[in-house]
């Protein structure tokens, strides 16, 4: 089992900035890929960013340019550091962490509201 703890998230103004994390422990030695999603009321959940073990990042065109996801070393969290906010960058974000070779493991974290508004 892996446990994903997330942190950050809250309110911004257009133009403005926000950090996500996402802890993971437990039996992270299966997790091959980390990175985030996040569902808009109404829409279906979407890939924000993801980083592989090795740090090789992937990003939805709409987020690429102003959002920069990095991590240390595979016991490291995770950040989302997400610039130049947009209202419709508005949702809930959600950590996932999973592995390549077995679908079975996939984990998500609770989720953290980001509200984008003027």
């Known amino acids: 089992q892996v446990q994903l703890v997330e942190s950050g998230g809250g309110s911004v103004q257009p133009g403005g900035s926000l950090r996500l994390s996402c802890a993971a422990s437990?039996?992270?030695?299966?997790?091959?890929?980390m990175g985030w999603y996040r569902q808009a009321p109404g829409k279906e959940r979407e890939l924000v960013s993801s980083?592989?073990?090795?740090?090789?990042?992937n990003y939805v065109d709409s987020v690429k340019g102003r959002f920069i996801i990095s991590r240390g070393t595979s016991k490291s969290p995770v950040y989302l550091q997400m610039n130049s906010l947009k209202p419709e960058d508005t949702a809930v974000y959600y950590c996932?962490?999973?592995?390549?070779?077995?679908?079975?493991?996939?984990?998500w974290g609770q989720g953290t509201q980001v509200t984008v508004s003027s």
């Open positions: 996932n962490a999973h592995s390549v070779f077995d679908s079975t493991i996939t984990y």
């Open positions: 437990g039996r992270v030695s299966d997790i091959d890929v």
């Open positions: 980083i592989t073990r090795d740090g090789v990042p």
